[in-house]
């Protein structure tokens, strides 16, 4: 099982930008399909994006998409989550997930957690 851990979160302002990273521990990354999910205060955890294997295809909620990237750099074990134009409504913990399936365009089957980071948007 792959360990996973998340940085970047922070306080920022509505309109602002914020790049998340996850940094993942083994020599494996790159067999891992890699997503974000993200739980706010009161809600249940939700999908954001994931990404496949070899990065170059993405899959993103349409609560995201077009302000939200993902990308991975497999020679760093690592990927990250740029978003932009954020909305008060993207405040959440937001978690890196891993899941060793195929299918990036699915928010099933990821089993593997980072610890979450706080991305708290004012307006």
């Known amino acids: 099982q792959v360990q996973l851990v998340e940085s970047g979160g922070g306080l920022v302002q509505a309109g602002d930008s914020l790049r998340l990273s996850c940094a993942a521990s083994g020599r494996t990354f790159s067999s891992y399909t890699m997503g974000w999910f993200r739980q706010a205060p009161g809600k249940e955890r939700e999908f954001v994006t994931a990404?496949?294997?070899?990065?170059?295809?993405?899959y993103y909620a349409d609560s995201v998409k077009g302000r939200f990237t993902i990308s991975r750099d497999n020679a760093k074990n690592t990927v990250y989550l740029q978003m932009n134009s954020l909305k008060p409504e993207d405040t959440a913990v937001y978690y890196c997930a891993a899941k060793s399936g195929v299918l990036y365009n699915s928010p099933v089957g990821f089993g593997s957690w980072g610890q979450g980071t706080q991305v708290t948007v004012s307006s």
């Open positions: 990404i496949n294997r070899g990065g170059f295809s993405t």
